[in-house]
């Protein structure tokens, strides 16, 4: 069983940062790419940013320039910075990764979540 367990969001004024991170943990073979998704009230879920196990980013437009997401320092783990934070950057922060999981046969690839965290910028 692997888990995403995230950390980092809050309630901030809009121009201020934020710093989620996200640890993986479980029965892990290799990780293949981590990222952030988000969901505003009444919205669908959105890619916000994602970095792949070689290192290649890529982020939304609304967000480019602003959040940086990085591998963090600890094994299995993602932080997503967030600068110059906006009100419509107000939503329910995922964190997912595609994880390479050992099985009775080899391995299996799948995608897992994180619980959420919320982000609310104030105007």
């Known amino acids: 069983q692997v888990q995403l367990v995230e950390s980092g969001g809050g309630l901030v004024q809009a121009g201020e940062s934020l710093r989620l991170s996200c640890a993986a943990s479980?029965?892990?073979?290799?990780?293949?790419?981590m990222g952030w998704y988000r969901q505003g009230s009444g919205k669908q879920r959105e890619l916000v940013a994602q970095?792949?196990?070689?290192?290649?980013?890529n982020y939304v437009d609304s967000v480019k320039g602003r959040f940086t997401i990085s591998r963090g320092n600890a094994k299995n783990t993602a932080v997503l910075r967030m600068n110059s934070l906006k009100p419509e950057d107000t939503a329910v922060y995922y964190c997912n990764a595609g994880v390479t999981v050992p099985t009775p046969w080899g391995t299996s690839e799948k995608t897992y979540w994180g619980q959420g965290t919320q982000v609310t910028v104030s105007s």
């Open positions: 479980g029965s892990i073979f290799s990780i293949s790419a």
């Open positions: 970095i792949t196990n070689g290192g290649t980013t």
